[in-house]
């Protein structure tokens, strides 16, 4: 699906662009890709099974998985990072802020592969990145935001593309489909923390927000943030 000109949802089984298991929603988080003169650009790679649709669904667009040079990880959980290794595999270089960087090389419950009833399979990622930093590769300058709380290394990344601003943040917030928050059930999800960073989140202007599950903001998005927001600060204090 082109979101703009050379930016393109190419997974997310929550509104069928991808599909792991008969029933199952929420286990393939959804992928954006962006085309540069000089290579793609991926967003989380969803769960791993799916790698081949996502793929599929490049060539659609004449996306060619062979040019993926980069690949974005939002945070660790299986249904965003479950493909990172077979990336990896392929030559994509991973990038992320250090607490997901730790938690794919590992492997462990911060993955969520029991969420899944799946073994994630671990990955070195190539470049850690820290809190407002500010990243260019093919060009593109990213911006990196750290909102730990539905786990402990959400990350949302700014560029500026086709004079918008876009945010790519994963599940900082949950979809308008069900709920504010991204899943509560992570290990290192933590309350509070998560309500600081929604407080931060909220704040920042936008054009167009690329969400972790569902569907994408294109009016507005920090009203969304700000009734997530909201809802945190209702509930949870």
């Given at each position: 699906m082109q979101i703009l000109k050379n930016l393109f949802q190419v997974g997310g089984d929550l509104n069928g662009i991808t599909f792991d298991q008969p029933g199952a929603l929420w286990n393939d988080a959804n992928s954006y890709v962006l085309k540069t003169a000089d290579g793609l650009i991926l967003f989380d790679c969803g769960c791993g099974d799916t790698l081949e649709q996502i793929f599929a669904n490049m060539r659609y667009w004449d996306l060619s998985p062979d040019d993926i040079r980069y690949c974005f990880l939002t945070h660790a959980h299986f249904d965003h990072a479950g493909a990172a290794h077979r990336l990896k595999e392929r030559g994509v270089e991973l990038i992320a802020i250090g607490e997901t960087a730790d938690a794919v090389a590992k492997g462990d419950e911060r993955c969520c592969g029991y969420l899944y009833h799946k073994t994630f399979q671990?990955?070195?990622?190539?470049?850690?990145?820290?809190?407002?930093?500010?990243?260019?590769?093919?060009?593109?300058?990213?911006?990196?935001?750290?909102?730990?709380?539905?786990?402990?290394?959400?990350?949302?990344?700014?560029?500026?593309?086709?004079?918008?601003?876009?945010?790519?943040?994963?599940?900082?917030?949950?979809?308008?489909?069900?709920?504010?928050?991204?899943?509560?059930?992570?290990?290192?999800?933590?309350?509070?923390?998560?309500?600081?960073?929604?407080?931060?989140?909220?704040?920042?202007?936008?054009?167009?927000?690329?969400?972790?599950?569902?569907?994408?903001?294109?009016?507005?998005?920090?009203?969304?943030?700000?009734?997530?927001?909201?809802?945190?600060l209702m509930q949870w204090r």
């Open positions: 671990p990955v070195t990622v190539d470049r850690t990145v820290s809190d407002g930093e500010r990243v260019t590769v093919l060009g593109l300058e990213l911006e990196v935001m750290h909102l730990p709380g539905h786990s402990m290394g959400c990350t949302a990344y700014f560029f500026t593309w086709d004079r918008k601003r876009v945010v790519v943040s994963g599940d900082v917030i949950g979809t308008l489909l069900s709920g504010d928050f991204g899943w509560s059930g992570s290990i290192d999800f933590d309350k509070k923390i998560y309500t600081r960073s929604l407080r931060r989140f909220a704040t920042v202007d936008t054009d167009l927000m690329l969400p972790g599950h569902g569907m994408i903001y294109f009016y507005k998005p920090r009203r969304r943030v700000e009734d997530a927001l909201n809802s945190a």
